[in-house]
């Protein structure tokens, strides 16, 4: 969205892009870190109204998120992968959610009337069916 005075294949590019981005977030869920014992935990728990999150990899079959250890096997939760890569990596996060303002404010400039009708606040691709957080892999 740097690019000044972009052509279609750039626009279309941005506006595929953000609606990627809106149809894989995860929505109605939260990263809780806990400390017990002087142990950290980390787990992805259902929190109504929580998000959104964006995963670090999605597969690339659903594009649905994954997480994996060091062997690189992808698993679907975070229990299924062993503690230190549990607690010591950073696999849901809520940055791009910064890019929603700037979007808005790209598409008013080099692009009127051509916004892919995101939100961020609108239920994300787990909630509407677009992917799904269970599916085995």
């Not at 096997?73 to 229990?79: A, F, Q, T």
């Not at 700037?102 to 692009?111: F, G, H, M, S, V």
Request: with cysteine; aromatic share 10%; proline share 7%.
């Amino acid at each position: 969205m740097e690019i000044p005075d972009p052509d279609d294949r750039i626009k279309r590019a941005v506006h595929g892009g953000m609606k990627w981005l809106d149809d894989h977030k995860i929505t109605g869920y939260t990263c809780r870190r806990t400390v017990k014992n002087g142990v950290s935990e980390t787990s992805f728990v259902p929190e109504k109204g929580a998000g959104p999150l964006w995963a670090r990899f999605y597969d690339l079959e659903y594009a649905e998120p994954y997480v994996c250890d060091r062997d690189g096997k992808p698993k679907r939760h975070l229990e299924e992968i062993g503690h230190e890569r549990r607690n010591g990596y950073g696999w849901y996060n809520d940055s791009p959610a910064r890019l929603y303002k700037k979007y808005e404010q790209w598409c008013e400039k080099w692009d009127p009337g051509h916004a892919c009708g995101i939100n961020l606040s609108s239920p994300g691709g787990n909630e509407r069916g677009i992917m799904q957080l269970d599916r085995p892999m």
